[in-house]
């Protein structure tokens, strides 16, 4: 009985051992688990980076058409005042400057609608009353000349 107890024991305490031992060395062996795991980091800050990058570009275009528009009111108030100047310096008090409506921004959010262009033609139009440049007889000599009769060549009798 101790013999078989011994064993059993002995048996046990090795299944054990060996799926401790099976258990960490399947873990070595796997490395895409450990590859997967290290993409999905480098992705997850790639997306951060790509997402602070566009606030970034949205942030530099929101200030520079701040700046654009204050650039414009400078313009104007510069403009204005030399129109200013100019009417009331002027001998006839009429000035060719005219002065430039206050408040407009420059740089509105409206999107300005294009009226598409006609496509080009690809053949020649037709004039009224010809023949247009597709139709078989289009640049030919509206009178027919008559052919003179032409005999066509006798080969020689040898």
């Not at 059993?8 to 796997?30: E, H, M, Q």
């Not at 247009?132 to 003179?148: I, N, R, V």
Request: glycine content about 6%; hydrophobic content about 35%.
């Amino acid at each position: 009985m101790q013999d078989i107890t011994t064993l059993i024991a002995v048996a046990i305490i090795c299944l054990l051992s060996g799926a401790a031992i099976g258990y960490f060395v399947l873990g070595r062996l796997k490395p895409e688990q450990q590859n997967r795991a290290a993409l999905e980091k480098q992705f997850s800050e790639m997306q951060q980076q790509q997402q602070d990058y566009q606030q970034h570009v949205s942030s530099h275009f929101d200030r520079t058409g701040e700046l654009l528009n204050e650039l414009a009111e400078s313009y104007r108030s510069v403009h204005n005042h030399i129109v200013e100047g100019a009417q009331n310096l002027h001998s006839s008090g009429i000035s060719p400057l005219q002065a430039l409506p206050e408040g407009r921004p420059v740089l509105e959010s409206k999107s300005n609608k294009v009226v598409p262009s006609a496509p080009p033609l690809d053949y020649a139009p037709r004039q009224p009353g010809k023949k247009g440049a597709l139709h078989e007889e289009f640049g030919m000599d509206s009178e027919k000349k008559p052919k003179e009769h032409i005999e066509p060549p006798v080969a020689p009798h040898l």
